[in-house]
């Protein structure tokens, strides 16, 4: 860590309640397991998570009633880019061929933060 990144560090940690400083050490101790151990990572999935038809028409019921009525114009673009695989943000547009890259080169953190 940086010299300047220990006061930064307090600063921060000051603000967290209790449960999220467990929890984050919690994480962090996960993800070194999982990472020095990629198998335990990987034991509790069965495989890719497929939705089934009750929770499609949960999710659609859902849909309806959090945004009744036509799409607006604007609504119907991003869905569409959504379809297509592409992401617009900052006036800036980027496809993702096959998988997205999420540590993209070229991009700023920002643009990044949002492919999230």
Do not use: I, K
């Amino acid at each position: 860590m940086q010299v300047g990144g220990w006061g930064q560090m307090v600063r921060t940690v000051r603000h967290l309640t209790p449960r999220q400083l467990v929890a984050r050490a919690y994480l962090a101790a996960r993800y070194r397991l999982y990472a020095q151990v990629p198998r335990v990572a990987r034991s509790g999935l069965a495989g890719p998570v497929r939705p089934d038809a009750l929770g499609l028409q949960r999710l659609s019921r859902w849909l309806a009633l959090r945004h009744p009525g036509p799409l607006s114009p604007h609504e119907r673009e991003l869905a569409t880019n959504a379809m297509e695989r592409r992401f617009t943000f900052l006036h800036r547009s980027e496809e993702a061929s096959g998988r997205v890259d999420w540590q993209a080169q070229g991009l700023s953190p920002l643009w990044v933060y949002h492919l999230h």
